[in-house]
């Protein structure tokens, strides 16, 4: 996955964050990372077409993401903080999600569940699964990775099946969780943010 430049540093106010400001922050990069990993796939060969497959690829990517970001949590917040993080940030990532599938795709029809409640619907199916797989110092570990390798072979189409695992184990997950293991440093942190530029301001200006 070719580098991203994510501004974590536009959260950094020089103080605390609550858990749901956290949460929104990592929600926007999450997408970021999970939109630019589509991007990669697609230039990689890997055929996503818009529409529904697009977006299935997608909510399998922000679900992972989420479960990085939630042991991620674990390793830096209280158990209150790291409910209240999670809770908002799967809240807030499946707003995005809907803003944007329902401006491609449009509403489900009437009747049918929300983009949101299908992003909601995934991530409560899916904890249970990724909650027996192990996160340590590297980040997730194998059967963790190698499970959304298999989600998103199922996607795609049988020319493709054969190296999608792979290429989601070795090359996509890691930058991903690279990224958010520094976004969520930097947006944690309580330095405050250094300011846009070390020159002093012209001086001698006109006088009225």
């Known amino acids: 996955m070719a580098k991203i430049r994510i501004k974590s540093q536009w959260f950094r106010s020089g103080s605390a964050k609550t858990p749901q400001q956290t949460a929104s922050a990592m929600a926007f990069i999450a997408w970021r990372v ?9 230039s990689a060969r890997f055929d996503i077409e818009i529409g529904a497959q697009y977006f299935a690829f997608t909510r399998e990517v922000l679900v992972f993401l989420t479960q990085v970001l939630d042991r991620m949590a674990f390793e830096r917040m209280g158990a209150e903080g790291r409910a209240e993080f999670i809770t908002a940030l799967v809240r807030r990532v499946a707003e995005v999600l809907q803003e944007n599938e329902d401006g491609l795709l449009g509403a489900p029809p009437a009747g049918q569940p929300s ?15 990724y909650a027996d797989f192990g996160y340590g110092p590297d980040g997730p570990d194998f059967a963790f990775v190698r499970y959304l390798g298999h989600r998103i072979e199922v996607l795609m189409p049988e020319k493709d099946q054969r190296w999608v695992v792979d290429q989601i184990m ?3 997950v890691p930058q991903a969780v690279e990224i958010l293991q520094g976004a969520l440093q930097d947006v ?21």
């Open 188 to 208: 944690l942190s309580t330095e405050a943010r250094a300011p846009r530029s070390a020159h002093p301001a012209p001086s001698g200006g006109l006088n009225s």
């Open 115 to 129: 983009h949101y409640d299908e992003f909601i619907d995934l991530f409560n199916e899916l904890v249970d699964h």
């Open 34 to 42: 999970a939109q630019n990993m589509l991007k990669q796939m697609r």
């Open 170 to 172: 070795a090359t996509e």
